[in-house]
């Protein structure tokens, strides 16, 4: 290779040098960002609109809002394809989404939940629309920035962002009886104001556009890989356990005469503070193994959390022996979970990437769900505990299917993530 090639490699390590641990920093941001307006709009809304007198048919409407949630892959494409290269392809669809939340928000924030509730509902789809794009468009960015060996590490922060926004969003509502509605609104959409300033000072990847025309169809052409069908079947078998386990914990420690405060310190506090932890832990271990015998391994312990439950489930135990299973299972499932997404990662192809990662998320979503209406009858008919013993199980098989039939994904070939043209120079002097 000439000192010229060499020269131009040197350049382009300097650039990704400059950006490497900023790329980190604004995905953890935009993921706490968007996670705020997220959880603090299914959670005040109800609330707030109960306190002003709503029958609870038309609270009941708010399940709608998670349709685009569970079907925004069928937007994705048009994400991947479309975007401005000069500024940055997902930046165009990340800043113009957070300023329509924005407005969206702030429109809200003025309307009364009585005499408006229609206007509400109209602007709450069009700001769930929005909202769900912009996961499509991070998710993009994210997998365009990162590479195999940063994915762990970035979801992790994802994951810790997430909680951040979480706790944050929902704890907004204490901020309701002390300044009010409005002002709360407006305060949450603060933080996505920071984010797309902060979005503006960061240079991003180059996005290589697939040829061809992009439609609806479009969305479930990742379906056509034999190794994504195989990878999609094999997690949802690995869910199943979980999913039902988590659904009915709930329920159970209600029917065990445990107080809110006490089942909101376990589910609110406990199980996401240790799962924050574990994300922070996992993120070094992950990318010690591959990520198959990861899978295997954090799968195995992952069950042997959850079926700790069952102890609980037969009355044994107390409330303390309850806190300590939640902070368990909550560190370990971050494992499991920073994991999958890494390896959802793994799955999606640089210039579909948004796409191929929304249908997983979407794909694993319409599991879960399907898993936990089904616990519910199963539960009914066999009791806490043997519904417990059955999806551990169920969740054991599913790993033994993972390292029998899983293959991890080859990484794709390196491109220069920051600038398109230095890496191609250099070959060609090469």
């Known amino acids: 290779m000439s000192n010229i090639a060499r020269a131009e490699f040197n350049v382009e390590e300097i650039n990704q040098g400059s950006q490497g641990h900023y790329k980190f920093f604004i995905l953890f941001f935009l993921y706490v960002a968007s996670f705020v307006p997220t959880m603090f709009f299914p959670i005040v809304f109800p609330v707030m609109l109960r306190q002003s007198g709503a029958p609870l048919e038309r609270i009941g409407l708010f399940g709608l809002f998670t349709i685009p949630l569970v079907l925004k892959f069928l937007w994705a494409p048009y994400v991947d394809k479309y975007g401005n290269k000069k500024f940055g392809h997902y930046k165009t669809w990340l800043i113009a989404t957070q300023l329509v939340c924005t407005a969206i928000g702030s429109t809200m924030a003025f309307l009364n939940f009585t005499d408006q509730f229609w206007w509400i509902m109209g602007l709450g789809f069009v700001f769930v629309i929005s909202v769900s794009t912009q996961w499509i468009a991070v998710n993009g960015l994210a997998i365009q920035c990162l590479s195999e060996k940063e994915r762990p590490r970035g979801n992790s922060l994802a994951a810790i962002g997430m909680a951040i926004g979480t706790i944050t969003g929902g704890s907004m509502l204490m901020l309701v009886g002390r300044i009010g509605y409005t002002s709360t609104m407006l305060l949450t959409y603060v933080l996505l104001i920071v984010a797309s300033i902060m979005l503006l000072f960061f240079k991003e990847p180059h996005h290589a556009v697939a040829a061809g025309k992009v439609g609806i169809l479009s969305s479930f052409a990742p379906l056509k890989s034999a190794s994504m069908r195989r990878w999609l079947i094999l997690i949802n078998l690995c869910i199943i356990g979980d999913s039902m386990i988590i659904a009915m914990v709930r329920p159970m420690l209600v029917d065990k005469g445990l107080s809110l405060d006490t089942i909101g310190l376990m589910l609110g506090t406990i199980r996401p503070v240790f799962g924050t932890i574990g994300a922070i832990v996992c993120s070094s271990i992950i990318t010690l193994f591959s990520r198959k015998k990861s899978l295997v391994s954090f799968g195995l312990v992952n069950a042997l959390m959850l079926g700790l439950f069952i102890l609980p489930a037969m009355n044994i135990g107390g409330n303390n022996f309850l806190y300590l299973i939640f902070a368990l299972v909550g560190f370990v499932n971050s494992f ?28 694993l979503s319409i599991g879960t769900s399907l898993f936990e209406m089904a616990s519910g009858l199963f539960a009914s008919w066999l009791g806490y ?21 899983y293959q991890d ?19 060609a002097m090469g």
């Open 409 to 427: 994904v080859v990484p794709e070939p390196a491109v220069e993530p920051w600038s398109s043209g230095a890496a191609i120079e250099a070959e």
């Open 336 to 363: 499991k979970w920073t994991l999958t997404y890494s390896i959802f990662m793994d799955h999606s192809r640089k210039e579909f990437a948004a796409t191929d990662f929304a249908i997983q998320v979407s794909v």
């Open 385 to 405: 505990a043997p519904l417990f013993g059955l999806s551990i199980v169920l969740d054991l098989i599913g790993i033994l299917l993972i390292g029998l039939y």
